[in-house]
């Protein structure tokens, strides 16, 4: 499989983590360690695109673990869309300058 080298921005934070994942050892080059994200990001949201596969699992958990009990899994659905939501805005906020 041939390669496409692209351009790419990144905020330096980010870079920075990068940077420390490789110097561990963990990955070999910047590179390599973006195309593992690229990898586990694309598996992350063919789940999503399944209609059943990733919300109900998420929704299946969040009933299970709940104090709180639930009407629905309709509700149960926009609780953990919700943690989601919070979720990407921290790490947002973490990432970005």
Request: proline share 6%.
């Amino acid at each position: 499989m041939g390669t496409v080298a692209l351009p790419l921005r990144l905020p330096k934070k980010l870079l920075q983590e990068i940077d420390l994942l490789v110097k561990a050892g963990l990955y070999e080059s910047r590179s390599e360690a973006l195309r593992d994200a690229v990898r586990r990001l694309i598996e992350t949201k063919r789940l999503l695109l399944e209609p059943y596969g990733y919300y109900r699992l998420q929704a299946e958990e969040a009933v299970l673990s709940s104090k709180i009990p639930l009407a629905s899994p309709e509700e149960a659905i926009e609780r953990v869309r919700k943690i989601r939501k919070e979720l990407w805005r921290k790490e947002r906020e973490y990432f970005e300058p």
